[in-house]
């Protein structure tokens, strides 16, 4: 990989992007380190698999089968319950406590501090990495795209 094994997610899913790039969003969908094939009828399931697993086989891709799972109406996936009906809430972590320790007061500071400071527009700098702050509520979610400035100073 070009730029070392950080990248090893976005190299992934730029593989997968152009291997899959016709059957993405209606046959499998891909996210980060996976994939899962999704049909309206089981009769559809089968030939929807039967195209995954010659591409597949084209690219002499492998399967981990201990992440396999098959013939299933409803999926945990990325902490998500998936089903014909949509994505919902694991059950078992929705009404879960956080503990909310130092380190979550200080990241909200810090965050608090970013909002309260003026907003600065600057051209991205290919091949220098951005930073993604996200903000998510149970009303609300936020986030913004940053840098590093020559500083070190983000």
Sequence with gaps: MPFGLK????????AMVTLFHD?????????????IAKSKTPGQHINDLH????RLRKYR????????TFGVGTGNL??????????GLDPDKKNQ????????QEA?????????????????V????LILYLTVLKESMGGILGKRDDSGKE
């Design 23 to 35: 059957m993405m969003h209606k046959e499998v969908e891909v996210y980060v380190d996976g994939m």
């Design 126 to 129: 290919p091949f220098k990495p």
């Design 51 to 54: 195209k995954l697993f010659e």
């Design 78 to 87: 990325l902490g998500f319950i998936v089903n014909e009906k949509g994505i």
């Design 7 to 14: 990248n090893v997610g976005t190299t992934y899913q730029r």
């Design 97 to 104: 406590e956080m503990e909310w320790n130092q380190e979550c």
């Design 61 to 68: 891709l492998r399967l981990n089968p201990a992440k396999c």
């Design 108 to 124: 909200f500071e810090k965050v608090k501090q970013y909002l309260e400071s003026p907003l600065i527009l600057i051209p991205t």
